[in-house]
């Protein structure tokens, strides 16, 4: 047997490249702009009103810009909660992986850990299965939530049986 652990390089927002955090950038905003209820509770009436001011002018194609310049301390507030790969694709929360890390630092703890994301998932595939279940999605975000959900079994499975 081979255990194979991977390294992957992360960096904060600080750290990459200004083509690396355009590209950070833009896809926080793409998300945003596609998911609104990704956006943070007490930066939507901003962001609500960029995305009204982009129809008032008649130039929806302009929405991501005005969003950036309306909400841009938030968009930055936001960056800097993640780690990124090098090109500038986010990867987790900071706070989570640095937990992450802290945790398999010591194989007890990997196990505890192995145990609480086994007992995660349960929870998480169950409220997902009722999410799929009202009727209030719409089928994208059906499809995408079906999907994770598979995954999320998946995981949830392997973790049980113990591979």
């Not at 255990?3 to 590209?23: G, N, W």
């Not at 130039?59 to 309306?70: C, L, Q, S, Y």
């Not at 640095?98 to 169950?126: G, H, I, P």
Request: proline share 2%; net charge negative; glycine share 4%.
């Amino acid at each position: 047997m081979k255990t194979i652990t991977p390294a992957v390089e992360l960096y904060t927002f600080e750290e990459l490249s200004e083509k690396a955090q355009d590209k950070a950038i833009n896809r926080l905003l793409d998300a945003w702009l596609e998911y609104g209820d990704l956006v943070w509770e007490e930066t939507q009436p901003v962001f609500k009103d960029a995305i009204a001011e982009a129809h008032r002018m008649q130039t929806p194609w302009f929405a991501k810009e005005i969003v950036f310049h309306r909400c841009n301390k938030y968009v930055f507030e936001e960056l800097n909660n993640w780690y990124f790969e090098a090109d500038g694709k986010e990867y987790d929360y900071i706070e989570l992986v640095d937990q992450e890390m802290k945790m398999c630092a010591d194989e007890n703890s990997l196990m505890d850990y192995c145990r609480s994301l086994t007992d995660f998932l349960d929870r998480v595939t169950d409220d997902l299965f009722q999410v799929l279940q009202d009727e209030d999605v719409s089928d994208e975000v059906g499809k995408h939530l079906e999907r994770g959900t598979e995954e999320l079994v998946e995981a949830w499975k392997l973790l049980r049986n113990g591979d």
